[in-house]
Each structure stands twice: as structure tokens, then as C-alpha cells.
């Protein structure tokens, strides 16, 4: 796994300027930014082809705000246990008055959140492969995305991790406002790593649609 080329590759594209700073102003606006997770998923998609370069081009607005609320809202439907376990928690506490109740829903939940951060960029890598908003619910093909190359994903997962606090860490020096170009910047680390996890040749191989 080339991990360098996964953090750099986006600064070959001779237009990298223009495309990063397109994608940090999107991510700046609540619900438009849904466009910047589409894009990364198209991005995904070409490097899984071989074509990591040049980055797509911001033409498909319509459909990449599509891809980035489905996968939002499977992420969400991921998250349902979590919330569940933190309300529940809070309703224990509140009615026994003791606040062990409260953890005892917090600690269950804070694991679960752990759980779908960590399998979140398979679910990316699920939607680039099939385009089809079913596919992130197929648990099986999930599970066999992380657990085939079980080491190659646990490093490719850990590398995202650090992207995004690396770009928590340089985005917070512009006053939190430039924390919407690096985390841009590691949507597309993560493409580009969940493209060498799982190469493939077909754009979309099949369950195409929602």
C-alpha cells in the first residue's frame, strides 16, 4: 500500500488548486457539502480504475450531492444504536438520579461510534463499487471488505484517521475555517487508500442505482 502517493497524489493534478478549493468552499456550507463526499466517492471510483489522475472535474453537482446524502444517511442509520444507547442513558440517569445509568448507556454507545467510524471507509468503497444505495447494507460483502486484507485495512483505516486529525490539527490554524479544505483534502486520502485496498475495473460492477 503506497500511502505517501495516497496523501499527495491530488497536488499531481495540474488544476489540484482549483478542484481543492472548489471542494474546501463546499465543504464550508451545511448541506451542499453532501457535494464534496460525492465527489469523493467519484474520486474512489476512478483510482479504483487506474485513474487516480487527473481528479474529476465539478460536473456532476446533481449526482455527487445524491452520493453524499446516501452515504450521510447510512452512516446515520449505522449510528441508530448509538443514539439509542446515549438516550437511553440519559433516561436512566434522569429517572433513577444516578449518573452510573448514564455511563451505562454512554460506554455501549461511545463503542458502537468507534465501531462505524472504523468500518465507514469500507462503506465508501461499497457505494464507489455499486453506486447503489442498497449495497451499503449488504453486511456480508461489509464485512468480507475488511476482513479479507484484514492488516492492509486496519492500516488504511489508521491512515485515514491520522488525515483527518492532521487536517483537524492544520485547518484549526485559520481560525477552524480552513479545517473544511484539509478535511476535503483527507476524503480524498481516504479514496485514494480504499482504491488500493480493493482495485477494480468496472466503474460500477453491479447493483447500479439506489
Known sequence: ??????????????????????????????????????????????????????????????GDFVKGLLITIATIIYELPAIVA??????AASVFEEQACMWGGYCPGFLWSLLVAFITPALFLQYAKYDSFGALFRFGEIWRIITTKFSDY????????????????????????????????AYLVQSHLMAQLQPGTPAVETGAGI
Open 1 to 62: 500500500m503506497d500511502i505517501g502517493r495516497a496523501y499527495t497524489y491530488m497536488f499531481d493534478d495540474k488544476d489540484w488548486l482549483k478542484k481543492l478549493a472548489i471542494g474546501g468552499l463546499v465543504m464550508l456550507i451545511p448541506i451542499l457539502n453532501f457535494v464534496a463526499l460525492g465527489y469523493a466517492i467519484r474520486a474512489l471510483r476512478n483510482a479504483r480504475e487506474g485513474q487516480d489522475l487527473p481528479l474529476p472535474e465539478w460536473d456532476d453537482w446533481g
Open 86 to 91: 446515549f438516550l437511553l442513558g440519559l433516561a
Open 154 to 185: 486496519l492500516v488504511a483505516a489508521l491512515m485515514v484517521l491520522v488525515a483527518f486529525i492532521v487536517a483537524s490539527v492544520i485547518g484549526s490554524v485559520a481560525c477552524g475555517i480552513g479545517v473544511a479544505w484539509t478535511s476535503f483534502w
